[in-house]
């Protein structure tokens, strides 16, 4: 699997608003942008398009940022990457013959393609946040 610096920058940021869900207080762009090194004008592209599918709110002024409008349980990861990437496109032949080998290697593809579009529908920002906390919690300092 393929992801694109764009899906990837999204992810990020849709996870530290995951983190601050129920807070109240709204994240600013130059926070998750210094958090994790994301040009802040596309960040600023990238949450115009999450908020223009309906995941995040903006609020103006300078107390204002970006926030989830869903919990983070009820949004998943394939949800995201369709919204940044557009919608998945259908496994064709890159010429191959349609031959018995052929369809059986296409059909293949298709059966992985599938499995790997359940996993991310799956999983859930909820989840992901999380995972963090779980794994922040085992960190040892010395």
């Not at 849709?14 to 207080?25: D, V």
């Not at 949450?47 to 995040?56: E, F, H, P, R």
């Not at 052929?102 to 499995?115: C, N």
């Not at 989840?127 to 919690?137: C, H, M, P, T, Y």
């Amino acid at each position: 699997m393929k992801v694109s610096a764009k899906t990837e920058y999204a992810c990020l940021a849709m996870l530290e608003l995951a983190a601050h869900y129920g807070s109240g207080e709204p994240v600013r762009i130059r926070t998750i942008a210094d958090e994790h090194g994301i040009p802040s004008r596309f960040l600023v592209q990238i949450l115009l398009q999450l908020k223009g599918a309906g995941y995040v709110s903006s609020t103006r002024g300078a107390s204002g940022g970006y926030q989830l409008i869903k919990p983070p349980e009820e949004i998943s990861l394939g949800e995201v990457m369709s919204v940044i990437e557009g919608q998945e496109s259908e496994i064709t032949s890159a010429g191959l013959a349609n031959s018995p080998t052929a369809r059986v290697l296409i059909g293949a593809w298709r059966e992985v393609a599938q499995v790997q579009h359940d996993a991310l529908y799956a999983i859930t920002f909820g989840d992901l946040v999380s995972r963090i906390k779980r794994q922040s919690e085992n960190m040892f300092y010395i």
